[in-house]
Nanobody, 120 residues
């Protein structure tokens, strides 16, 4: 069993910053990748950023240059530093991880979500 627990969401004014964290625990043999998705009211969940086991990162065009994803392998934790926040960044942010839990099984796991609200 794998658990992902997010933290760091909240209310911030436009132009401000927040840092999200997602800590993974449980039976973890190897991470393939970890990432962040978000879902705004009435919209589909969308990819924000991912980081691979090798450290390569990808970003949605809407957040490039403003958000930075990073990971601390020793702590099984992934971070999302969000700068220059805009009201359109308002959403529930979900941590996502693709984890090998044993040699014959790799699963995709989700956190419970953390609310980010950016006021204008």
């Amino acid at each position: 069993q794998v658990q992902l627990v997010e933290s760091g969401g909240g209310l911030v004014q436009a132009g401000g910053s927040l840092r999200l964290a997602c800590a993974a625990s449980g039976r973890i043999f190897r991470f393939n990748y970890m990432g962040w998705y978000r879902q705004a009211p009435g919209r589909q969940r969308e990819l924000v950023a991912t980081v691979s086991s090798g450290g390569s990162s990808t970003y949605a065009d809407s957040v490039k240059g403003r958000f930075t994803i990073s990971r601390d392998s020793a702590k099984n934790t992934v971070y999302l530093q969000m700068n220059s926040l805009k009201p359109e960044d308002t959403a529930v942010y979900y941590c996502n991880a693709h984890i090998m839990v044993r040699a014959d099984f790799t699963g995709t796991y989700w956190g419970q979500g953390t609310q980010v609200t950016v006021s204008s």
